[in-house]
T-cell receptor, first 113, second 115 residues
Framework: ETGVTQSPTHLIKTRGQQVTLRCSSQ?????VSWYQQALGQGPQFIFQ???????GRGNFPPRFSGLQFPNYSSELNVNALELDDSALYLC????????????FGSGTRLTVV | GQQLNQSPQSMFIQEGEDVSMNCTSS?????WLWYKQDPGEGPVLLIA?????ELTSNGRLTAQFGITRKDSFLNISASIPSDVGIYFC???????????????FGQGTILTVHP
């Protein structure tokens, strides 16, 4: 059973650019959540996808968007990057039911310069 | 919005010592979760608490769900060097739809264990 895989592991982008981060869910998991973790802070919920539809969103602007594919993998897209978008972006997958058995990936470290 | 406050922010202890940290909220949570995050990794779930007053153990770790539903405690007994990391409390956040996976995290307690 494979865990949650995120790519790339590190990324440097320029302010104003767009970025796409990718996540492969753990086998059998159909729900994906994305979190942003700034340095020295706890993760903050961005949004969740279940059955290819957004299922709840945190306090993030519309330039943060996502997709979930039929194989339950997911993408996080961020447009018009700002310096404050520099953070560790975490993907977590789970079954939609059954408590909080979330498996987090190791994250993508995004630096905006 | 819902916020979780963890204390202490950091701890420096000797190997073998016991550790205690807590998490408080101004609002009620129906589930409390404790995670550990190692450098360069995502958080890993240590203990989940679902009932007020519940006391749950996982090896040397013990966590309690506060009776007021506004706090939780995590204790680590006989610490070892591999306990080093950041410990987060978390609880379900109100973000619409089903609640699974939408978590509010505290800011973390950084634990350093000296051999």
């Amino acid at each position: 059973e494979t865990g949650v895989t995120q790519s790339p592991t590190h990324l440097i982008k320029t302010r104003g650019q767009q970025v796409t981060l990718r996540c492969s869910s753990q086998s059998g998991h159909n729900t994906v959540s994305w979190y942003q973790q700034a340095l020295g802070q706890g993760p903050q919920f961005i949004f969740q996808y279940y059955r290819e539809e957004e299922n709840g969103r945190g306090n993030f602007p519309p330039r943060f968007s996502g997709l979930q594919f039929p194989n339950y993998s997911s993408e996080l897209n961020v447009n018009a990057l700002e310096l404050d978008d520099s953070a560790l972006y975490l993907c977590a997958s789970s079954l939609a039911v059954g408590g909080y058995g979330y498996t987090f990936g190791s994250g993508t470290r995004l630096t905006v310069v | 919005g819902q916020q979780l406050n963890q204390s202490p922010q950091s701890m420096f202890i000797q190997e073998g010592e016991d550790v205690s940290m807590n998490c408080t909220s101004s609002s009620i949570f129906n589930t409390w979760l404790w995670y550990k995050q190692d450098p360069g990794e995502g958080p890993v779930l240590l203990i989940a608490l679902y009932k007020a007053g519940e006391l749950t153990s996982n090896g040397r770790l013990t966590a309690q769900f506060g009776i007021t539903r506004k706090d939780s405690f995590l204790n680590i007994s006989a610490s070892i060097p591999s306990d080093v990391g950041i410990y987060f409390c978390a609880g379900p956040t109100n973000a619409g739809g089903t609640s699974y996976g939408k978590l509010t995290f505290g800011q973390g307690t950084i634990l350093t264990v000296h051999p």
